[in-house]
């Protein structure tokens, strides 16, 4: 179990740092494009809910949940234009769906830290499907 909570941990790590990064790029296009901010902001709750999920699993298995984050935000701000940060974003949440599929394929999990990731994963899948939608329309309007 300890490879698990490990890996819930990092899958945390990066969830922390979408939070950072999305929160960054809400407040930097909420005047600019509402429609995308809005958006962004479902994103960001969907992070703070994975945050707030992961830590309660990490602690049900008896670990101690990480204080780390990850720095999207630096990488965030590296990009120029909104369509850049959007693609960062929409990849940072591929790389957890990745990551998530990774855990369920685990044996071991119990059947509550499986219910929860399959959660997680839906979300990721649901972020994504924003960001390519967003993306694809930026071509038409942008």
Same mark, same amino acid.
């Given at each position: 179990?300890t490879? @698990?909570?490990a890996?819930?941990?990092?899958l945390l790590?990066?969830e922390r740092?979408?939070?950072e990064a999305?929160?960054?790029? @809400?407040?930097?296009?909420r005047k600019?494009d509402?429609d995308?901010?809005?958006g962004?902001?479902? @994103?960001?709750?969907?992070? $703070?809910?994975?945050?707030?999920?992961?830590?309660s699993?990490?602690e049900?298995?008896? $670990?101690?949940?990480?204080?780390?984050?990850?720095d999207?935000?630096?990488?965030l701000q590296?990009?120029e234009?909104?369509?850049e940060k959007?693609? #960062?974003?929409?990849?940072?949440?591929d790389?957890?769906?990745q990551?998530t599929k990774a855990?369920?394929a685990k044996?071991i999990l119990d059947?509550?830290t499986?219910? #929860?990731? =399959?959660e997680?994963? =839906?979300?990721h899948?649901?972020?994504i499907?924003w960001?390519?939608?967003?993306?694809?329309?930026?071509s @038409?309007t942008?």
């Amino acid at each position: 179990m300890t490879s @698990v909570i490990a890996e819930l941990n990092e899958l945390l790590r990066r969830e922390r740092g979408e939070v950072e990064a999305v929160a960054e790029l @809400v407040r930097e296009i909420r005047k600019s494009d509402p429609d995308i901010a809005d958006g962004a902001a479902d @994103v960001l709750e969907t992070a $703070g809910w994975s945050c707030r999920g992961l830590v309660s699993r990490i602690e049900w298995l008896g $670990g101690t949940p990480t204080l780390d984050a990850a720095d999207h935000t630096e990488e965030l701000q590296e990009r120029e234009g909104i369509k850049e940060k959007l693609e #960062f974003i929409c990849g940072t949440q591929d790389a957890d769906l990745q990551a998530t599929k990774a855990l369920l394929a685990k044996p071991i999990l119990d059947s509550d830290t499986r219910k #929860f990731l =399959q959660e997680l994963l =839906q979300a990721h899948e649901s972020t994504i499907n924003w960001c390519k939608a967003t993306l694809g329309e930026w071509s @038409v309007t942008k």
